[in-house]
T-cell receptor
Framework: GQQLNQSPQSMFIQEGEDVSMNCTSS?????WLWYKQDPGEGPVLLIA?????ELTSNGRLTAQFGITRKDSFLNISASIPSDVGIYFC????????????FGTGTSLTVIP | KAGVTQTPRYLIKTRGQQVTLSCSPI?????VSWYQQTPGQGLQFLFE???????NKGNFPGRFSGRQFSNSRSEMNVSTLELGDSALYLC?????????????FGSGTRLTVV
């Protein structure tokens, strides 16, 4: 099946540092979504990207839709303790209709 | 506006039993999808329902089934439970099946099979 690889798998950073993570696929995507999941809860949508090259921000979060349409990037600036959680990229590959795939996740730990 | 509601939040079942999980989508959302989340496999797509019809199905055995009612509420059923079915089961809804808006997830049902 479809695989979305996220890197890094986990990150341990100091509060105030910036964070970068990415997501790559073997297939072309028409939409990229970034979610955050807190322990014991469902994922929450952070940012949606709909066009190759698109750069979208949501507060301290910025995400980009890669030019090749096979990757996406998420940056978090000036991290705070509540940024802790697992970040997932997701989307429907262009050749699979409505089926929706999730990345392997990046676990973020922020050290106060 | 109420979010996606999943019941129950926690469930403990014995191997061989069957279980039914419930999901009430956001009002007006007609697409409901189910995912299984485990530490080893991540988020795996189970199936998607739209207007009471299963529109997509993931790669799970026939023991996993679901349905959607006319009010868009959905249930999923797992028969003959196995230890490996222990997972967080997440339901997500989206308006009119337009996945480009992204799904809104419920808090999940934590199923433990003993």
């Amino acid at each position: 099946g479809q695989q979305l690889n996220q890197s890094p798998q986990s990150m341990f950073i100091q509060e105030g540092e910036d964070v970068s993570m990415n997501c790559t696929s073997s297939s072309i995507f028409n939409t990229w979504l970034w979610y955050k999941q807190d322990p014991g809860e469902g994922p929450v949508l952070l940012i949606a990207l709909y066009k190759a090259g698109e750069l979208t921000s949501n507060g301290r979060l910025t995400a980009q839709f890669g030019i090749t349409r096979k990757d996406s990037f998420l940056n978090i600036s000036a991290s705070i303790p509540s940024d802790v959680g697992i970040y997932f990229c997701a989307g429907p590959p262009s050749n699979t209709g409505n089926q929706f795939y999730f990345g392997t996740g990046t676990s973020l730990t922020v050290i106060p | 506006k109420a979010g996606v509601t999943q019941t129950p939040r926690y469930l403990i079942k014995t191997r061989g039993q069957q279980v039914t999980l419930s999901c009430s989508p956001i009002s007006g959302h007609r697409s409901v999808s189910w995912y299984q989340q485990t530490p080893g496999q991540g988020l795996q797509f189970l199936f998607e329902y739209f207007s009471e019809t299963q529109r997509n199905k993931g790669n799970f055995p026939g023991r996993f089934s679901g349905r959607q009612f006319s009010n868009s509420r959905s249930e999923m059923n797992v028969s003959t439970l196995e230890l490996g079915d222990s997972a967080l089961y997440l339901c997500a809804s989206s308006p009119a099946g337009r996945f480009t808006y992204g799904y809104t997830f419920g808090s999940g049902t934590r199923l433990t099979v003993v």
